[in-house]
């Protein structure tokens, strides 16, 4: 079936530090890769996505490269600022063979931003 | 002109209760899911209605039963609640044929507790 890893987190760090959260999956035939973001309190917000390989996904300064020899989709930011600090998902886009598409996520990696 | 909309947002009740969340989306999409989120933040799809028809049903206890009056509308009824039924319920919704990859748009979430 598939699956999606993520890095366990919580991670911290200061303001504008550079930020890495990979994230690699399995699947079979040709998945969309989609990054979620979840601020506290509120539901998933889509940050980002690509659907075919090499695509690179960007959006509020977070970007994400579909690299299918790795099977990776690593989320990375520059500069992280305080509001960045939220939960983070990494998830897979296949066929569900039912009609639909289903959504496989990560565990989620908790980000902190200290000023 | 909210996008996905879920009520209640909070939801308190007794064990052996029934007890009801609303979905409604206003996007157009042919396709609503269900998932539950756990205390440790992990998403799991419970089930999936394309044009009013059930087509993912995953593991979950028939005490679950969702009911898709319309396209724009996925309802999910609880019941005799049980304390492991405490979560928090996401609704989502996605256009199959769109071309998106399968990308889909989540509500606010209602935070269910089972006392």
């Known amino acids: 079936g598939n699956s999606v890893t993520q890095m366990e987190g919580p991670v911290t760090l200061s303001e504008e530090a550079f930020l890495t959260i990979n994230c690699t999956y399995t699947?079979?035939?040709?998945?969309?890769l989609f990054w979620y973001v979840q601020y506290p309190g509120e539901g998933l917000q889509l940050l980002l996505k690509a659907t075919k390989a090499d695509d690179k996904g960007s959006n509020k300064g977070f970007e994400a490269t579909y690299r299918k020899e790795t099977t990776s989709f690593h989320l990375e930011k520059g500069s992280v600022q305080v509001s960045d600090s939220a939960v983070y998902f990494c998830a897979l886009s296949a066929p569900s063979g039912a009609g639909s598409y289903q959504l496989t996520f990560g565990k989620g990696t908790k980000l902190s931003v200290i000023p | 002109d909210t996008a996905v909309s879920q009520t209640p947002k909070y939801l308190v009740t007794q064990m052996g209760n029934d007890k009801s969340i609303k979905c409604e989306q206003n996007?157009?999409?042919?396709?609503m899911y269900w998932y539950k989120q756990d205390s440790k933040k992990f998403l799991k799809i419970m089930f999936s209605y394309n044009n009013k028809e059930l087509i993912i049903n995953e593991t979950v206890p028939n005490r679950f039963s969702p009911k898709s009056p319309d396209k724009a509308h996925l309802n999910l009824h609880i019941n005799s609640l049980e304390l492991g039924d405490s979560a928090v319920y996401f609704c989502?919704?996605?256009?199959?044929?769109?071309?998106?990859?399968?990308?889909?748009?989540f509500g606010p979430g209602t935070r269910l507790t089972v006392l």
């Open positions: 996007l157009g999409h042919d396709t």
């Open positions: 989502a919704s996605s256009l199959m044929t769109s071309g998106s990859g399968g990308e889909q748009f």
């Open positions: 699947a079979t035939g040709y998945p969309s």
